[in-house]
């Protein structure tokens, strides 16, 4: 691990302080019984930024006070498609409210969707449809609006010729969406996360960062995946030297550590580690 570090940069870290952030999904089952104390713990593990996934049950201005009380800062937050659909005044009134500038869907499937089952041209379609809507306000209101690739999107498209990702990407306005590659999900899908951030280039701007599992399955399309299949980065299957290199040439401006095993705050512990090369 140190010389793939050292590799590079010298001396510098993989990845600056001031780019990295912590999806508090990855720690949902601790925040739901206490929020306050897992923040803390948080922002003790030297975590300053975090990325949401809703209020904690709280209004807008009582998740700031909380986030406020932990000393972190919010730099975005995924919504639901429904929202971005219906509800466009209520993001921006939201993002106002707790300072995030990112905003972006994360899950196409319909609530009680089988975690076994994928998505076709209908959801793509929805998303597409969602986002041109929405798009003029959010960046009017000076918002950065991101998709956040979830694997399933490579599946092949039955209506065109290409993937439902290639059907995603022509209909997204890169001027208004960019997007967040979840490299967990992107590998999960049989996909080489440096091969597409390479083919992306400028488009991807976050990354969900987190890995798999050595002999992990992949060419899966369905979005979910067994809890033991999630590693701490630089424990598993991706090349995160030619990774954080390639980000670096894409421009993302963002590394979100997300990590959805049995043990997500050690998991965590030692992603942030790695990333601040130690």
Request: glycine share 12%; proline share 6%; charged share 20%.
């Amino acid at each position: 691990m140190g010389t793939a570090i050292a590799a590079l940069g010298g001396a510098n870290p993989p990845v600056p302080d001031a780019n990295i952030a912590v999806q508090l999904f990855s720690l949902h089952k601790d925040l739901s019984r206490d929020a306050p104390a897992t923040l803390k713990a948080l922002r003790d593990s030297g975590v300053t930024q975090v990325e949401a996934y809703g209020l904690l049950g709280r209004d807008a201005a009582g998740f700031k006070a909380l986030l406020d009380q932990a000393g972190l800062v919010a730099v975005g937050s995924h919504v639901s498609l429904s929202d971005l659909r219906d509800n466009v005044p209520g993001i921006i009134a939201t993002a106002k409210t707790v300072g995030y500038r990112y905003v972006g869907v994360a899950w196409l499937k319909a609530q009680g969707a089988p975690f076994d089952k994928g998505i076709g041209p209908a959801e793509v379609d929805a998303a597409i449809a969602a986002y041109k809507a929405a798009c003029p306000a959010l960046k009017a209101a000076g918002l950065r609006v991101m998709y956040h690739v979830h694997g399933y999107e490579f599946a092949a498209d039955p209506g065109g010729k290409g993937t439902l990702m290639d059907r995603l990407l022509a209909g997204l306005d890169p001027a208004c969406v960019e997007l967040q590659m979840d490299v967990f999900w992107v590998l999960k899908a049989g996909i080489d996360p440096v091969a597409l951030l390479k083919q992306l280039g400028g488009r991807v701007k976050l990354l969900h960062v987190k890995d798999m599992r050595p002999g992990g399955s992949t060419g899966e399309f369905t979005g979910s995946a067994p809890a033991s299949d999630f590693a701490p980065i630089g424990a598993g299957s991706v090349d995160w030297t030619s990774l954080v290199a390639a980000a670096r040439a894409a421009g993302v401006d963002w590394y979100v550590l997300e990590d959805e095993s049995p043990t997500p705050a050690a998991h965590l512990a030692r992603s942030l580690a790695w990333l601040r090369g130690r």
